[in-house]
């Protein structure tokens, strides 16, 4: 539970610069900007994300991409059936379950994954533009251990269990959600 001395002087949860709010509105702009640009590729949101996360975990399932995506499994069969369509996708049998199939990018939507890239590197980049080197370390440390205590606190979810760096250390949570591409 926030206390207000963990707010700030004089600021209550009411207050716009309470940091759960800022926290938000950050991820969600910095999404909104990444959206627009990577529009001009063709691609949804949903696309990119599924991008993304196979391109740093090959082999997600379609249950995997509706939990990662927070939509029904008919629906991200749908969009898995589309992806697969435009040539970006191709499903493989689980040597262990051959009912379950495994999703791979294939090398069309490795290329697409090379332009998205720099567009996220750039809009993290303008994000951040207006902090020094030493704030970007400080905000990138502060964000790992926020982040590794809310994985921590949510360790049930296995959601929630794939957003880490293929280092397994903790990367920013918005940062994962909202521009995973990396």
């Known amino acids: 539970m926030t ?46 994300v599924v991008i993304a996360r196979l391109h740093r975990r090959p082999g997600l399932n379609q249950s995997e991409v509706a939990d990662l995506l927070e939509i029904e499994k008919a629906s991200a069969g749908r969009l898995i059936d589309r992806m697969e369509t435009k040539g970006w996708l191709e499903r493989r049998a689980d040597p262990g379950d051959r009912r379950v199939n495994r999703l791979h990018l294939t090398a069309e939507a490795e290329r697409m994954h090379a332009l998205i890239w720099p567009l996220a590197e750039a809009t993290v980049d303008e994000a951040l533009s207006g902090l ?21 606190l949510s360790d049930s979810d296995p959601v929630l269990d794939d957003i880490s ?10 940062a994962a959600a909202a521009i995973d591409a990396g």
Do not use: C
């Open 3 to 48: 206390k207000r001395s963990d707010i700030g002087p004089g600021m209550s949860p009411d207050d716009e610069h309470y940091i759960g709010y800022m926290m938000t509105d950050v991820a969600r702009l910095l999404r909104t900007v990444f959206e627009r640009r990577v529009r001009s590729l063709g691609l949804t949101r949903a696309q990119w």
């Open 132 to 152: 020094s080197s030493a704030e970007r370390k400080t905000m990138t440390t502060l964000m790992r251990r926020v982040k590794a205590k809310l994985v921590a």
């Open 165 to 174: 760096d293929d280092n397994n250390e903790t990367v920013p949570a918005s």
